[in-house]
T-cell receptor, first 117, second 108 residues
Framework: GAGVSQSPSNKVTEKGKDVELRCDPISGHTALYWYRQRLGQGLEFLIYFQGNSAPDKSGLPSDRFSAERTGESVSTLTIQRTQQEDSAVYLC???????????????FGQGTRLTVV | DAKTTQPTSMDCAEGRAANLPCNHSTISGNEYVYWYRQIHSQGPQYIIHGLKNNETNEMASLIITEDRKSSTLILPHATLRDTAVYYCIVWGYQKVTFGTGTKLQVIP
């Protein structure tokens, strides 16, 4: 597709269950970012990938959160043993790279709305 | 990473210019200033970016002070569709970090 695609668009899960959120970046984009946005709050950085490696995982809220990327393409954000405070919109973005020389913008998906009940 | 501070909210009359300020006093010499906006229930949308010169595109103008410690996003003729949260961010070497943004309400 032409843009960043995220699935599912909505997910309702029971507390304690594991969830996987998927992001398909724009083809050729080497950088991929995950953000979380709680209701009424700003965007909270979680993790980014340069290629398949994640140089900065400092934003992951706890060890229940993990992410991987394969083939410099699709990325999966996994939340284990979900808690109610994990309820949020999870946004994925991609860009050509993080190198400032490229001076490029990041394109965002529409997000996955996660509700933990 | 350089941090940004923005007013929490602003109002603007429809048809008037909306001027959204942003402070980024710790910005380093090779970091860019980017502006995104997020309309309710949608992913963030790119608006404009710049390094040290003022920039203009079909959506907005970006004015960056000479010392680069602050910038202003200008929407020349605000419409109701411009009601959104506007994020000023500094793009460093490794990641893009957002602040809490300014909620712009365009009033009829």
């Amino acid at each position: 597709g032409a843009g960043v695609s995220q699935s599912p668009s909505n997910k309702v899960t029971e507390k304690g269950k594991d969830v996987e959120l998927r992001c398909d970046p724009i083809s050729g984009h080497t950088a991929l970012y995950w953000y979380r946005q709680r209701l009424g709050q700003g965007l909270e950085f979680l993790i980014y990938f340069q290629g398949n490696s994640a140089p900065d995982k400092s934003g992951l809220p706890s060890d229940r959160f993990s992410a991987e990327r394969t083939g410099e393409s699709v990325s999966t954000l996994t939340i284990q043993r979900t808690q109610q405070e994990d309820s949020a919109v999870y946004l994925c973005a991609s860009s050509l790279g993080t190198d400032l020389i490229l001076n490029t913008e990041a394109f965002f998906g529409q997000g996955t709305r996660l509700t933990v009940v | 990473d350089a941090k940004t501070t923005q007013p929490t909210s602003m109002d603007c009359a429809e048809g008037r210019a909306a001027n959204l300020p942003c402070n980024h006093s710790t910005i380093s010499g090779n970091e860019y200033v980017y502006w995104y906006r997020q309309i309710h229930s949608q992913g963030p949308q790119y608006i404009i970016h710049g390094l040290k010169n003022n920039e203009t595109n079909e959506m907005a103008s970006l004015i960056i002070t000479e010392d680069r410690k602050s910038s202003t996003l200008i929407l020349p003729h605000a419409t109701l569709r411009d009601t959104a949260v506007y994020y000023c961010i500094v793009w460093g070497y490794q990641k893009v970090t957002f602040g809490t943004g300014t909620k712009l309400q365009v009033i009829p």
